[in-house]
């Protein structure tokens, strides 16, 4: 009986993984150099905490045995593209890539990939939910998941589409880092509401169909196998998809409505000035026509 793995050597996304973070402390470099003190915490979310983990992720159990149990592939996909990310974008990468390479925020900077037409529809509020729905989804019920799991270079590049797909969607929701798009946030909060009751069919589809995922691939490949190990694996991953799924809508819809809250008193402050502008203009102007009016004086 042989042992199972529990370490794999994934040089392709490890790879990609270290440049990130190479990357990253360029730009706190960077901006040191510029005479902007960035923010120890940020740096160790991103370098620190955020890009170990992913490391770990492809390293560890969930990828050394992701092509023999599905419980595994699926941990890997959830903490690829939900968890991580969620961790990563608290690193403000694009703020710091906007500092160092002194990127003004402004829908103007048409040059500018973070201020492209596909990054602003990839991070629109109403969209981040959606995708970050969807990135599981397709992987797990399409012919994606089999292709991963018989092509080493598809594994791989699935690998770093999720986290980088991931980060992409959630730069949003850390200020600074893309162009406000202008939407309501109650229509946002409304759709993280309604996402987070879809969360839960594909992991319910998973741990209720008897049908199994990527052509019974697991009964042939798996340790033990079997058809009824099979069945047993593939609801242990419907849990881990539905319980993921679901425990990171919560800070998630949180996190919107901070926003909104946060929207509405910078919309106050604003209107409380325009109408302190408004009553100053109005007595100067009061005062003016006094002293042009000789029988006011």
Request: hydrophobic share 55%; charged share 10%; proline share 6%.
């Amino acid at each position: 009986m042989s042992v199972p793995q529990t370490w794999v050597l994934a040089t392709v996304p490890i790879a990609f993984f270290l440049l990130g973070s190479a990357a990253y402390l360029w730009g706190v470099r960077k901006v040191g150099k510029l005479g902007t003190a960035w923010p120890i915490w940020r740096t160790f979310m991103f370098v620190g905490l955020g890009m170990p983990l992913a490391i770990l992720t492809v390293s560890w159990w969930p990828g050394a045995r992701s092509h023999e149990l599905f419980a595994a592939y699926m941990t890997q996909v959830v903490m690829l593209s939900l968890i991580i990310p969620s961790v990563l974008v608290l690193g403000a990468p694009a703020r710091l890539w906007r500092s160092a390479t002194n990127t003004p925020l402004g829908a103007d900077n048409k040059h500018s990939v973070l201020d492209s037409s596909v990054m602003r529809g990839l991070t629109h509020p109403l969209m981040t939910p959606l995708l970050m729905l969807a990135l599981p989804v397709v992987v797990v019920f399409t012919p994606v998941l089999r292709l991963t799991l018989e092509n080493f270079a598809a594994y791989s590049v699935m690998q770093v589409l999720l986290l980088t797909l991931g980060l992409l969607a959630l730069l949003g929701l850390v200020g600074g880092q893309v162009p406000e798009h202008g939407i309501p946030y109650a229509a946002a909060a409304f759709i993280a509401f309604f996402e987070l009751i879809l969360d839960a069919i594909p992991g319910g589809v998973l741990f209720f169909t008897t049908s199994l995922m990527a052509g019974g691939w697991y009964a042939t490949h798996g340790d033990p196998g079997g058809v009824d190990w099979a069945a047993s694996d593939q609801r242990a991953a419907g849990a881990i998809l539905w319980a993921v799924g679901e425990g990171i809508d919560v800070p998630f819809l949180l996190v919107i409505v901070a926003l909104w809250m946060r929207a509405d008193a910078a919309e106050a402050r604003r209107h409380d000035a325009w109408l302190d502008a408004q009553a100053a203009a109005a007595a100067d102007a009061e005062l003016k026509a006094m002293l042009d009016d000789p029988g006011t004086r």
